[in-house]
């Protein structure tokens, strides 16, 4: 790899002139150079569909402030069938610019379903890390088997990504990440390392922060071997916000301008489409997948829409076990009245051996309280009941054959039942997984311990470990693996399987 390093000013270094009648952000410069390497945030790829993929890349020779200034950078990439680069399939040029960071969506389409891919970037003199994706199995395709992983919650301050280094290594078609990609708070009681800046308001803020994450090698390594999905949660913008509203920032108007920020930024460092681009009332993430007659996978957003959390709770109340008649009401709504309608058109059109709900949180009840006096976290669905139930019963309505739900947010491994009714213990809907933090702290044993306890249709949790979950699918079963990293605060803590689950077709509930 080599990198143009002669720098006769900050950022750039210019080449030729520019045509006249070419807009001047946009100018196409013939020779740009850069001080130091441009691809510091790695390469990514991600929403995988059988002829389509999305290829991503950020040029950053500096992580805080990118380094590059007002120009327009064309970045050249291209996408070849095996490692070598020696049958290339595809290749172009996009015009990075300032507007969007100096980001790169390339959405290459014309592409062979379930097929790996190789893909690279060259700016100026300098070449990308080559990363390796994966189209989707075309849509009614048989297949045997498919192998994902699904991450959440990564604190920067409270360890390493090692969970990453070892998801890498690993066989897998996909990566889903639940939220919590950033976290704008410094919290905790043991950092290993630091946020640069406070907490980010702006859009310069955001991007820092992002840089700064996508600057660890072991989550760029993730990001290079597999295509992703990602949805976020509440820390990409600000701590328990629900939809216009953040119970920490009680300017409306300001915290409208965060969340535009936070958005914006979010869309410039993943690897999603120029389609998914945000506007100015908002963004949408929730979408379908369809893996083959395997897997449909839906990704829903529980932030946008929501209504704000019940009892009147602000950011010190949300994460107390409470409960009031609102919380019950049924014009509650974690998805809000448009989503809610998408999905369940979206499984009445489902026809695949497997259905997985990918979304923020633990969607079982934990009642915190006791029988008498129950108390619930009104951040999660247990704040939105009639809500969940709308779901349960639609997965019930449309038949879905296979339901499993998976979550994050909770930084602790759970396994439930999700049923239509927790307390009157009435058959099991759908199977849950949720996956600890690659790195937040989590809750204690004893919280855990009690929850078990409390909650019979909660069948296994654990705080204590750091982690994710990989599934393998078949058309008879799916099997969970709870993979826990030794010590997040040693960078190179090794990773064992704390758990393994298995899911019977035709049998909700894990054995
Ligand atoms: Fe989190």
Not at 67 to 92: C, M, N, T
Not at 290 to 306: E, I, K, S, T
Request: hydrophobic share 40%; glycine share 8%; charged share 25%.
């Amino acid at each position: 790899m080599t990198f143009g390093m002669r720098l006769r000013r900050r950022g750039l270094l210019l080449g030729s002139a520019a045509s006249a009648t070419v807009a001047p952000a946009l100018v196409a410069r013939a020779a740009p150079s850069f001080r130091d390497d441009p691809f510091k945030l790695g390469v990514a790829s991600g929403c995988p569909r059988p002829d389509s993929i999305v290829l991503w890349t950020r040029l950053a020779p500096e992580l805080q402030g990118g380094g590059i200034g007002d120009e327009a950078v064309p970045v050249d990439w291209e996408l070849a069938e095996d490692e070598a680069f020696s049958r290339i399939v595809k290749r172009g040029q996009h015009m990075a610019t300032p507007a969007l960071a100096h980001s790169v969506h390339v959405h290459v389409r014309g592409l062979e379903p379930g097929r790996w891919y190789w893909y690279r970037f060259r700016a100026g003199g300098a070449q990308s890390p080559v990363g390796r994706t994966r189209t989707a199995p075309a849509s009614r395709a048989q297949l045997d088997r498919f192998r994902f992983a699904f991450a959440s919650c990564q604190q920067y301050e409270h360890g390493y990504f090692t969970a990453y280094r070892h998801m890498a290594a690993r066989a897998l078609d996909l990566v889903i990440h639940l939220g919590d990609y950033i976290y704008e708070l410094s919290w905790g009681r043991h950092h290993v390392r630091r946020h640069t800046g406070a907490i980010p308001t702006t859009l310069g803020e955001f991007r820092d922060r992002y840089a700064l994450y996508r600057s660890d090698p072991d989550l760029q390594a993730a990001h290079a071997a597999f295509p992703w999905l990602a949805i976020w949660d509440d820390h990409e913008v600000a701590d328990d916000y629900a939809n216009d509203h953040s119970p920490r920032n009680r300017d409306a108007t300001f915290f409208l301008s965060v969340r535009r920020a936070a958005y914006q930024a979010w869309f410039e460092h993943m690897p999603v489409p120029p389609s998914m681009a945000p506007t100015a009332s908002g963004m949408r993430i929730h979408d379908r997948y369809q893996f083959g007659d395997l897997l449909d996978l839906m990704l829903l957003d529980d932030r946008q829409y929501r209504t704000p959390q019940a009892c009147g709770t602000d950011s010190r109340t949300t994460r107390r076990a409470m409960d009031c008649t609102d919380r019950t009401s049924p014009s509650r709504s974690l998805l809000g009245e448009a989503q809610e309608a998408w999905l369940d058109e979206s499984l009445a059109a489902s026809r695949a051996r497997w259905t997985v709900i990918a979304q923020q949180t633990l969607m079982a009840e934990l009642n915190r309280g006791t029988t008498d006096q129950p108390g619930f976290n009104l951040d999660r669905w247990d704040g939105y009941p009639a809500a969940r139930q709308r779901l349960l019963d639609g997965l019930v309505k449309h038949r879905i054959a296979n339901p499993v739900v998976i979550g994050g947010d909770v930084h602790s491994f759970w396994v439930s039942d999700l049923k239509r009714d927790f307390a009157a213990n009435g058959s099991v809907v759908a199977t849950e997984f949720v996956c600890s933090s690659i790195t937040s702290e989590g809750p204690s044993a004893e919280s855990v311990r009690r929850a078990l306890q409390a909650n019979p249709h909660l069948k296994y949790g654990n705080g204590e470990k750091r982690g994710y979950v990989a599934i393998e699918l078949t058309g008879g079963s799916l099997a969970a693996h709870f993979e826990a990293v030794d010590d997040v605060r040693d960078p190179q803590s090794g990773v064992h399987r704390l758990k393994s689950f298995t899911v019977e077709s035709g049998k909700p509930g894990a054995l």
